[in-house]
């Protein structure tokens, strides 16, 4: 009795209980937005036989000028998509920005895909569709026109060849950064004809 008694008023004394986290350590939301982009299913052929996975594309950006694009399978969709998001973090890229716009003009090629980008004057809106439309939401570009000249409609090929185009871009010079139409020559005074008698 006096050993229950002693191992009772041990446990009821030792500091156990669960942990406290650290005050708005769960709460923190995530910079980033997500989008899934394409969800397919994959086989692999074993030894014991054919390997059921799901492959998940996936797009994230803060809509502040950074973006990236990643691919991964997993043995269920929510695995597959829970990896596809943390490789599409790790492959973030930042977008040079004039305004809501690109700087200029810019094609990028990845295997069939082929991608021309082209920057448009404020209140045109987001002139693109599909997986350009995605990509350019995310990396927070409102004003931009776009055109898919490649002849695959994979959505994996297509965001990748988008994002090497926002690669190729380059900022702009000057402090205001908007180009400046050129100025014609003045036009030199012709001379006056003699006149007649």
């Known amino acids: 009795m006096a050993y229950q008694e002693f191992n009772k008023n ?23 937005d997500s989008k899934l982009l394409d969800l397919s299913r994959v086989s692999h052929t074993r030894e014991g036989g054919k390997q059921l996975r799901f492959r998940a594309v996936m797009v994230v ?23 596809a998001t943390k490789k599409a973090k790790k492959s973030i890229i930042t977008v ?32 693109a569709g599909g997986t350009v439309r995605v990509v350019c939401t995310l990396a927070g570009i409102k004003e931009i026109s776009s055109k898919v000249l490649g ?30 139409p050129e100025k014609k020559e003045e036009e030199t005074e012709k001379p006056k004809e003699p006149e007649k008698k």
Not at 114 to 127: A, M, N, S, T
């Open 10 to 32: 041990r446990t009821q004394n030792r500091p156990g209980g669960r942990r406290r986290s650290r005050p708005g350590f769960r709460d923190k939301k995530d910079e980033f």
């Open 61 to 83: 950006g803060d809509k502040k000028g950074r973006v990236g694009v990643g691919v991964a399978s997993g043995l269920d969709v929510a695995k597959g998509i829970e990896k």
């Open 96 to 127: 040079e920005m004039v305004g809501n716009t690109i700087p200029h003009q810019v094609e990028a090629k990845f295997g069939a895909a082929k991608i021309l980008l082209k920057p448009q004057k404020e209140g045109r809106g987001l002139v």
């Open 151 to 180: 002849t695959t409609r994979n959505k994996l090929n297509n965001a990748r060849a988008t994002i090497k185009a926002l690669k190729k871009l380059k900022p702009a010079k000057g402090k205001n950064k908007k180009l400046k």
